[in-house]
């Protein structure tokens, strides 16, 4: 029994130090969490430059207010892409859906401001 318990121990610190000289798989871009890429890494890979949200390349400053809007629609034309969601996410009762960073973030992760009282389980881009 000790020869087995020896060799798993072994066996798992080769794997461990094998691990540590091959970098794990992330797709490019700036920032990932695991395989899932930020939305400016999904902006980026769809072919849009920095500029085309913030107001210079590269990018200085955060993205002005309303530069969403210009690809994406207002908070009406967002209400009727996700009007299957039930509750829909962009006719919140509380508050008026206007600054689409409140939660879609571009450079870390989004996140669903309901969940603070509710529990839908909406996925933010």
Sequence with gaps: ??????????????????????????????????????????????GLACDGCHAENPPKQNVPPGACIRC???????????????????????????DCTSCHHAHRASEDQCAGCHRFGFTVP
């Design 1 to 46: 029994m000790k020869k087995k318990k020896g060799a798993w121990i072994i066996g798992g610190a080769l794997l461990l130090a094998l691990g540590m000289l091959v970098p794990p798989f992330m797709p490019t871009g700036p920032v990932c969490i695991g395989a899932v890429p930020f939305l400016g890494d999904r902006h980026k890979n769809s």
């Design 72 to 98: 994406h629609g207002d908070a009406a034309k967002m209400s009727e892409v996700t009007k299957k969601a039930d509750p829909n996410p962009h006719q919140a009762p509380h508050f008026e859906i206007g």
